[in-house]
């Protein structure tokens, strides 16, 4: 084999998908051919439309300005369709929305936006498990699609604050929500749940919990053991007992029970 010098000389006449191949040969090529030798001059083209970007090494820099420069092609496609916008197109891109055409092409790129905190999803049968590595994903709207069921991965976002599965055709309580320790906020109002299982006890920071225009018939008392709540919504033919019904978080469709207007009171009883 060759010292590394020569090496280097020799890809340096190289192209960069060329030069992207020879890293497939062996491991001392592939080392060899991500050298800032070879990839400065390909971060150039880059320095304009992102001059804050950090650089580590030519060629990380290179690989995610190439990765960002693809959502915004993937975004700005006149085939998109016309509900798909972003809030920026820098390395602090923070929220994202997307219809289910185009999940696919963004997520590819996920890891690169270290900063993505929101991502909202319109029109899928169902959600790509790519969706669940964006470890540090803190809202997710999957509202109004035609979701019958969540991933368990779902699980693996474990900042999650906020999930909004409402006006799908989501037919039980998903369980998976369980593991999500900093889910504050669930809205699953007009899906097709028909009951409140009583394991919900597990989700012991939630604030809000939306699941009015359900099939639920019948109250579970095990709600009240959610101290933290503040805001529930049902439907307003549910079964619920008197007690339950003054208290000031609660609130029916076509039916409102807000005690004094106060809001904040909690659950514990």
């Known amino acids: 084999m060759f010292p590394d010098e020569i090496w280097l000389y020799i890809l340096s006449f190289l192209n960069r998908n060329d030069i992207l191949q020879w890293m497939l040969v062996n491991k001392q090529l592939y080392h060899l051919s991500r050298d800032d030798i070879l990839?400065?001059?390909y971060i150039q083209q880059y320095k304009e439309s992102y001059p804050r970007l950090h650089i580590k090494s030519y060629y990380e820099a290179f690989?995610?300005?190439y990765c960002l420069d693809k959502i915004k092609k993937t975004v700005r496609s006149k085939a998109s369709i016309p509900t798909i916008y972003y809030t920026t197109y820098t390395l602090n891109?923070?929220?994202y929305f997307a219809s289910a055409n185009h999940i696919p092409k963004v997520l590819r790129y996920a890891n690169v936006?270290?900063?993505l905190r929101e991502i909202t999803i319109k029109n899928c049968s169902d959600v790509p498990e790519t969706l669940f590595n964006i470890r540090q994903l803190q809202v997710?709207?999957?509202q109004s699609n035609q979701l019958t069921n969540i991933h368990d991965n779902i699980s693996q976002l474990t900042d999650l604050t906020k999930l909004d599965l409402s006006d799908n055709r989501i037919r039980d309580f998903p369980k998976s929500v369980y593991k999500l320790p900093c889910l504050l906020r669930l809205y699953l109002d007009n899906n097709d749940i028909n009951e409140i299982p009583a394991d919900i006890t597990q989700l012991t920071n939630?604030?809000?919990l939306w699941l009015a225009k359900n099939k639920i018939n019948k109250f579970t008392d095990e709600i009240t053991k959610l101290t933290?709540?503040?805001e529930l919504k049902l439907t307003d033919d549910i079964i619920i007992p008197d007690y339950i019904k003054k208290l000031s978080c609660i609130s029916l469709q076509k039916n409102i029970y807000n005690t004094d207007d106060i809001c904040g009171v909690n659950f514990g009883l």
């Open 113 to 115: 936006l270290k900063n």
């Open 228 to 230: 933290q709540l503040q």
């Open 93 to 95: 891109l923070i929220k």
């Open 63 to 65: 690989k995610t300005c």
């Open 206 to 208: 939630l604030e809000e």
């Open 39 to 41: 990839w400065k001059q």
């Open 140 to 142: 997710l709207n999957l």
